[in-house]
């Protein structure tokens, strides 16, 4: 029912005040509604539904020998330290300290450099705690927080 311009389910003792909804695209209540909408709607309720460990963390971080991963690809494309630099658009002394992991780039540069010299600079990591002193864990339960004397 409409009812001063707003869409209303309403019980038929309300249903006087207002008006027939006649929208053209809101199945009536004889006709079925399409599969794929009923079965998208279901999938996304899964989704959210799932359960998620908020102590795993998932992230991309930085290589630890990024400098010597950028110079051997350097190398391996038979460019100095001024020609690479010129071609990505940096200064040479920026490279020389990648290189020697005294500068820790960015992550425009970090994409620049893999792109330049197809590496990949970055790896997946998972961060997160473990309960129980290094067994595994299944769960966090109530006797996680309680003091056992």
């Known amino acids: 029912m409409l009812v001063e311009g707003s869409k209303l389910n309403l019980c038929p003792n309300c249903a006087r005040f207002g008006d027939e909804y006649k929208g053209a695209n809101t199945p009536t209540q004889g006709s079925p509604v399409p599969k ?8 996304r309720r899964e989704r959210r539904m799932q359960t998620r460990d908020i102590y795993s963390v998932s992230s991309r971080e930085l290589i630890g020998d990024y400098g ?4 051997s690809a ?6 100095d330290q001024e020609e690479f630099a010129k ?3 940096e200064r040479k002394g920026t490279i020389a ?5 005294d500068l820790v780039p960015d ?6 450099l893999e792109k330049a ?9 998972q961060s997160g705690g473990q309960i129980g002193g290094g067994k595994k864990a299944e769960g966090m339960t109530l006797s996680n927080f309680i003091k056992k004397e």
Do not use: T, Y
């Open 68 to 71: 010597a991963v950028i110079r």
């Open 107 to 112: 992550d425009k540069l970090i994409n620049k």
């Open 36 to 43: 794929s909408v009923i079965e998208d709607r279901l999938q």
């Open 74 to 79: 350097r190398e391996a494309k038979g460019l």
């Open 117 to 125: 010299l197809e590496i990949c600079l970055k790896e997946e990591v």
């Open 87 to 89: 071609s990505i658009f």
């Open 97 to 101: 300290r990648l290189e020697a992991n």
